[in-house]
């Protein structure tokens, strides 16, 4: 079931809406409000705030990777046990994939059915923004949108030019944010970066956003608005129940898949956790930064995407940990990794020395390669099988050389080749979501416990033993 929601939208990227939807969270939260989160697109970093503000794990909705027919499902799953579902949009409202397919925010609020609140750059506009407004209401009819959010307003004088206007074609104002420190708290003092780099400083700055937002937003109106979404009975994804990412595990008992967490490697959906759990993997943490063993009796690996970069020579400097990973792979381990974890396990980034499990070579550049992504398995592995397609997406600055030719990745531009594999391993610039292929979780774990059967305990007794549901 689909209950209370609300979409946090935004005219263009930079106008704030990540600032008010996450202290929108933090605000609810604070009054005893069971929030859930949910960003649009393929975001990691947003999701990571979300998370903290809410005390709930991250969430991504994704029609362009998933299909548009997953969203309802999608969001149930992320809203189960919630009193109300926020979710964030991704650039300005209506923007999304070049090729049309369904992807932005508009296609997601319409597709459950929830009204829309969008966020406006009040600066240095006062009546013009009537016909703003008007334009984003009225170029899709079938899309409700709520009211809006002024960020930026200079002055009370400022903000009452901007509230009359905007009364004069019917849309209501639910809050007004003033140019202030508070409603640039990431911009000033966290930027671009994942909670887990910072989780003390994030957390006083979502307090006091969380504050900031209470005063100056209407939330019982975004309460009421929220509650008059119509509910939905949602289908299951595939014939699953909703807390479930593949309908029976593969194995009679569950295998031990190591995942590298920690500052360096933080990007791994929420849904592919549960897809793999439910496969029968028992995920186990661990950080490449600090601990110089893997965990004990597992039969897959799985490195994330993350930055790396960042903490290069930390990593470098763990060279037990590094030397087992890389017996762990030689020994049929299967193995997991995507974007960060394909260049940790090259043999080199910016002068580091990495595992050195891969033929290559990589380093930081000043090219952003950011897109969705059609995809071709090239050979068999863990993950695929040759010829097997997927839909993923890119997002690094980084160029490592030999590039590989695990896939084939196409977007609408160009169509290149990419990444390693072999038959106990995959490593690829491409980030997949399983939310909708569940089949892809069980074809790894099968792998993982395939191998476990193979090999004995690849790492010393005493090494890391954290759940990732425990994370």
Not at 142 to 170: F, K, M, Q, Y
Not at 255 to 277: H, Q, S
Request: hydrophobic fraction near 45%; proline fraction near 7%.
């Amino acid at each position: 079931m689909l209950g209370p929601r609300l979409v946090i939208a935004g005219t263009h990227s930079g106008v704030g809406k990540t600032t008010v939807a996450t202290g929108l969270m933090a605000a609810f939260s604070a009054a005893g409000e069971r929030v859930a989160s949910a960003k649009v697109g393929p975001d990691f970093i947003d999701p990571g705030y979300h998370s903290l503000a809410t005390g709930r794990a991250p969430r991504n909705l994704d029609p362009w990777m998933c299909g548009p027919d997953a969203m309802q499902p999608l969001a149930a799953r992320a809203a189960d046990g919630a009193d109300l579902l926020l979710i964030e949009g991704v650039m300005g409202l209506f923007d999304g994939a070049v090729d049309g397919t369904p992807s932005s925010t508009a296609d997601v609020a319409t597709l459950l059915e929830a009204p829309v609140v969008l966020v406006v750059d009040g600066s240095s506009m006062s009546a013009s923004v009537a016909a703003l407004v008007r334009g984003f209401r009225d170029h899709r009819p079938e899309l409700r949108l709520a009211g809006v959010i002024l960020n930026r307003v200079g002055s009370p004088h400022h903000e009452t030019l901007l509230v009359d206007a905007l009364a004069d074609i019917g849309v209501d104002v639910l809050g007004t944010l003033p140019r202030d420190d508070a409603f640039t708290w990431r911009d000033r003092h966290l930027g671009l970066v994942p909670v887990e780099e910072r989780p003390e400083e994030v957390t006083v700055a979502l307090r006091e956003l969380g504050a900031a937002m209470a005063d100056r937003c209407d939330l019982d109106a975004l309460a009421r608005i929220a509650n008059a979404a119509p509910e939905i009975t949602t289908k299951p994804l595939h014939g699953e129940p909703l807390d479930a990412g593949s309908p029976t595990p593969v194995a009679n008992d569950p295998v031990r898949v190591a995942v590298a967490g920690g500052p360096a490697f933080t990007f791994l959906y929420r849904d592919n956790v549960e897809a793999l759990t439910a496969a029968g993997a028992e995920l186990v943490s661990f950080d490449p930064l600090d601990d110089e063993h893997l965990p004990d009796n597992i039969g897959g690996l799985i490195i994330g995407g993350g930055f790396p970069e960042e903490f290069a020579s930390r990593l470098a400097d763990n060279t037990k940990l590094m030397a087992g990973v890389a017996t762990a792979i030689d020994s049929g381990v299967a193995t997991w990794a995507e974007c960060g974890g394909l260049l940790w396990l090259g043999s080199e980034l910016d002068g580091h020395p990495m595992v050195g499990a891969l033929p290559s070579r990589s380093r930081m550049t000043d090219r952003l390669t950011l897109g969705y992504r059609e995809a071709t398995a090239n050979i068999d592995n863990p993950v695929l099988a040759a010829g097997d397609q997927v839909r993923g997406h890119e997002f690094h600055y980084s160029q490592t050389e030999p590039g590989g030719d695990a896939i084939t990745l196409r977007s609408r531009f160009n169509e290149r080749a990419e990444g390693f594999a072999t038959p106990g391993l995959f490593a690829t610039y491409l980030h997949l979501h399983l939310g909708t292929r569940p089949d892809i979780a069980q074809r790894f774990v099968r792998a993982c416990s395939e191998a476990a059967a193979r090999t004995s305990a690849v790492a010393r007794p005493g090494a890391v033993a954290r759940t990732e549901q425990d994370r």
